[in-house]
C-alpha cells in the first residue's frame, strides 16, 4: 500500500424512507429530514439528509475495503451542504478514498471525498484505519 493508492469508489443510493429509518434509530425526528413542506417553510429545498447520515454512510467505502468496521481508528468531516433528497427519485452519494500516509505504526491515514450531483457534501473527510490483511 502507498500513498496515493485509490480506495475502491462507490455510490450509494438514499431515499426518504432511509432518512425515515435513520430518524427512528438516532431519535432525530427534526422535520427537515422528512417533511417537505416543513423543510421549504424554513428556506431548505427540499428534505435534506441527517448530516450524521451522510458521515455513516460514506465511511463504508472504508468500512467495506477493510473488511471490518472496528478497523476505523479514528474518522472526522466537515459538513460544507446539505444532501437534499427529492421525493421521489432520492439522491445519490458518490464516495471515493485514497491513501494519504502509511504511517509507522502501521495504520493508514485515507482521505475520503464525497459529492452528491458533482457538489461535495463533506470536506475534510479523513480516517485513520487498521489496513485489511495484504492490502
Do not use: C
Not at 52 to 57: E, I, Y
Not at 86 to 93: F, K, N, Q, R, T
Amino acid at each position: 500500500m502507498n500513498v496515493g493508492d485509490p480506495i475502491p469508489a462507490q455510490e450509494f443510493p438514499i431515499t426518504r424512507a432511509d432518512l425515515v429509518r435513520y430518524a427512528g434509530a438516532s431519535a432525530d425526528f427534526n422535520p427537515i429530514h422528512w417533511n417537505e413542506r416543513f423543510a421549504k417553510e424554513v428556506g431548505l429545498p427540499d428534505v435534506i439528509a441527517h448530516g450524521m447520515f451522510t458521515m455513516a454512510t460514506a465511511v463504508r467505502v472504508i468500512t467495506e475495503w477493510a473488511g471490518d468496521p472496528g478497523a476505523v481508528i479514528e474518522y472526522g468531516v466537515r459538513f460544507t451542504r446539505p444532501v437534499v433528497v427529492p421525493d421521489p427519485e432520492g439522491a445519490v452519494l458518490s464516495v471515493a478514498g485514497v491513501v494519504r500516509e502509511v504511517r509507522e505504526d502501521g495504520l493508514v491515514e485515507i482521505d475520503l471525498t464525497a459529492s452528491v450531483n458533482g457538489q461535495t457534501v463533506l470536506a475534510k473527510s479523513r480516517a485513520v484505519v487498521r489496513p485489511p490483511a495484504g492490502a
